[in-house]
């Protein structure tokens, strides 16, 4: 895919306007000769020092120092012992602020991305097995292969990388606005972002 990259700069803002900036945004991951990708459809906010939800709000670690580090790099972590999160670096150097990717609709390399999740795509209701490939931060992990060994600390701005972020001029109609999900500090902080009525959100879709 020849749309461009997303620039380093697009990533030294507040987390804030980069998750909703990002929707509609293509995640390409290349595999071998074949490129898989998806638009972001949704994602989430996290701001650091003043977020008690943010893996930044303790100080830097050996963990989350990649959120420390320059902007536009992967974050991933591992949760309830069972899948990978995605994350990109927001803000200049020392500031760690994150946008964590939670849903994307597939793009490119559907079969491959299903396979990948042990997904037939074959038979009734096509669209709600689509779904499954990606709706949801564990799902389209695995769906692009997207590890913390494969890909914490990856630039995502430079084809260089395998992963990486692009722009095909697509802007989303809508842009709704809820609290974040599956977390137990700051609840109600407005930081979820998703494009409104899009298929592929996780959970309870906004119209």
């Known amino acids: 895919m020849a749309a461009p990259l997303l620039s380093r700069e697009f ?16 995640l390409i991951r290349r595999e071998g000769r074949k490129l898989l990708a998806g638009r972001i459809v949704e994602d989430e906010a996290y701001l650091g020092a003043v977020d008690p939800a943010s893996h930044a709000y303790i100080g830097r670690t ?8 320059p902007p ?11 899948y990978y999160c995605a994350n990109v670096s927001c803000m200049p150097e020392r500031e760690a602020e994150g946008v964590l990717l939670r849903a994307m609709e597939p793009v490119l390399g559907l079969q491959a991305m299903a396979e990948a999740r042990g997904l037939e795509l074959t038979g009734e209701s096509p669209i709600s097995r689509l779904r499954l490939i990606s709706s949801g931060p564990g799902r389209m992990s695995d769906a692009l292969g997207i590890t913390r060994a494969r890909d914490n600390t990856k630039d995502l701005t430079t084809r260089k990388s395998d992963l990486w972020f692009a722009d095909d001029g697509y802007r989303p109609e809508r842009i709704a606005t809820t609290p974040r999900i599956g977390i137990k500090q700051a609840v109600e902080e407005p930081l979820r972002f998703v494009i409104a009525g899009n298929l592929f959100v996780s959970g309870k879709r906004t119209a």
């Open 11 to 26: 990533f030294a803002r507040d987390a804030i306007t980069v998750g909703r900036e990002l929707l509609g945004k293509l």
């Open 62 to 69: 050996p963990r989350n120092a990649v959120l420390f580090g």
């Open 72 to 82: 536009g790099h992967a974050y991933v972590y591992f949760i309830y012992g069972n």
